[in-house]
């Protein structure tokens, strides 16, 4: 079993900036890969971003892309989300997941691994 510890949410902002960070118990595997996901009230959990943890390989939402930056340090197998340029449509329960296997995987459904969410809210 792999836990998934998350930290740094919070309140920022409009134009703000956080970075959320997610530890990993243990590796799974050699081929693994990370995710961010986020699900505000009322609405389906949506993907965020995802690393492949052994080349590096990072995807993100459009909805996202150019603001977030999904990035891995391999010694602390900890996977950290900066997020820069907030808006109050970013505000959500920000979740990292883990699932075994290569390749893109955006549906949550795939990871078997999941932190217990941390709270962005983005608020004047």
């Known amino acids: 079993q792999v836990q998934l510890t998350e930290l740094g949410g919070g309140l920022v902002q409009p134009g703000g900036s956080l970075r959320l960070s997610c530890a990993a118990s243990r590796r799974t595997s050699a081929n693994y890969a990370m995710g961010w996901f986020r699900q505000a009230p009322g609405k389906e959990r949506e993907f965020v971003a995802v690393i492949i943890w052994d080349i590096g390989v990072t995807y993100y939402a459009d909805s996202v892309e150019g603001r977030f930056t999904i990035s891995r340090d391999n010694a602390k197998n900890t996977v950290y989300l900066q997020m820069n340029s907030l808006k109050p449509e970013d505000t959500a329960a920000y979740y990292c997941?883990?699932?075994?296997?290569?390749?893109?995987?955006?549906?949550?459904?795939?990871?078997?691994?999941w932190g217990q969410g941390t709270q962005v809210t983005v608020s004047a």
């Open positions: 997941a883990a699932r075994v296997g290569g390749g893109i995987v955006t549906g949550p459904s795939s990871y078997a691994y």
